[in-house]
């Protein structure tokens, strides 16, 4: 009894240690222009689109990616400005302040920093002038099915699908909120904070926005300010085809947004990729990369991944580092779709109970 308890609690601790770490920063930048993103997975891939919110039908995405867990603050802007010279102009309210009065294309160059600066491939095209171009089909990474973006790339600005699914989407039960807080009462407003059910909204104009971590309650995924704060833009062309219009989608609501359904998911606005303004910002989100968490290399992420961690074997042995990883990029890689694939706390404890099982079990009789 005593060793089937220990063995459940060992199965528990190990659950809650998976998931307390599904969120994962990322370093970018060197000395005292170092600095992070801390990304949350979406997980849930093809998951049933909203057919309440704007767009009508929204928020279905087929892959698992990642999203900032907060918007993109000043310090980082600067941060990327004094190393790449991008230039980019903003708001000065604070170094924690989201970045405000950046256009869709500054952003989009900060995006590409990201990429460039870890030695990887620009999300979105520009010419030798500095003026946004589509992607070519002889463009390695080209992608028809999204003129915007780079397959290759690993950061870029949320698409309005990746943005809506991480703000109003329920991972457990596969429904969509009407707000980011998880709910569909409307959040109570606040000037600062992070208690569930607030955002930061009806406050006046001179109060600003709210420091990226004090942005108000999370959503059902664990990201914060999606509702209220500063608007944000996202990737997708207001007409939602990303060809050659010049209007871009950004949603979300601000700090002096003064109606409820104005940072509700059936509220979405657009203005010029070249536009600004005070209360507008963004924040990044990532593909997951398929050959972290690989420990076999064998081109996916699953439960062989996991044995050859518990043995010792990955970069750095029984690290809770190494273990986030394998966890966040569970189900990379080519897994057939027909394959039904665990949870990966489920499949620890699968593995767990295997192991008792052997333990106690005993040699047949000669």
């Known amino acids: 009894m005593k060793k089937h308890l220990c063995l459940a609690l060992m199965s528990a601790a190990l659950c809650s240690t998976v998931l307390a770490q599904r969120s994962v920063a990322d370093s970018f930048g060197s000395a005292l222009n170092t600095f992070n993103i801390e990304f949350i997975t979406i997980g849930n891939p093809s998951n049933v689109a909203d057919s309440t919110g704007a767009p009508n039908p929204a928020g279905s995405v087929a892959v698992n990616y990642r ?144 420091d990226v971590t004090l942005a108000g309650g999370l959503s059902p995924y664990g990201t914060m300010g999606q509702g209220g704060n500063v608007f944000e833009w996202e990737e997708t062309d207001f007409d939602l085809i990303n060809d050659a219009s010049t209007t871009r989608d950004y949603r979300g609501g601000s700090w002096n947004t003064n109606f409820n359904a104005g940072i509700s998911s059936s509220s979405r606005l657009g203005a010029s990729a070249l536009s600004a303004a005070s209360n507008i910002g963004f924040r990044v989100a990532s593909a997951p990369e398929p050959t972290r968490g690989d420990f076999d290399r064998d081109g996916d992420v699953d439960g062989r991944d996991f044995l050859v961690w518990q043995r010792g074997g990955s970069p750095n042995p029984r690290s809770g580092s190494d273990l986030a990883v394998w966890q966040d990029n569970y189900g990379s890689g080519p897994i057939s779709a027909f394959n039904v694939v665990p949870e990966p706390c489920s499949l620890v404890l699968c593995m767990l109970a295997n192991l008792e099982l052997l333990r106690r079990r005993r040699p047949l009789a000669a």
């Open 67 to 210: 999203i900032g867990k907060f918007e993109i603050s000043e310090q980082m802007i600067d941060k990327a400005n004094n190393l790449g010279g991008l230039g980019i102009t903003k708001d000065t309210r604070g170094p924690n302040k989201p970045a405000t009065n950046v256009s869709w294309v500054e952003a989009t160059k900060f995006v590409n920093w990201l990429n460039t600066s870890t030695s990887g491939t620009p999300a979105y095209k520009f010419d030798a002038s500095g003026n946004f171009q589509l992607w070519q089909p002889g463009d390695a990474g080209y992608n028809p099915n999204n003129l915007y973006r780079n397959s290759l790339a690993q950061y870029f600005l949320p698409s309005i699908d990746e943005w809506y699914k991480a703000a109003y989407h329920n991972p457990s039960g596969g429904n969509y909120f009407n707000f980011a807080t998880g709910s569909d009462s409307v959040p109570t407003p606040v000037a600062s904070g992070t208690a569930a059910g607030t955002a930061v909204f009806r406050q006046s104009a001179a109060t600003g926005p709210a």
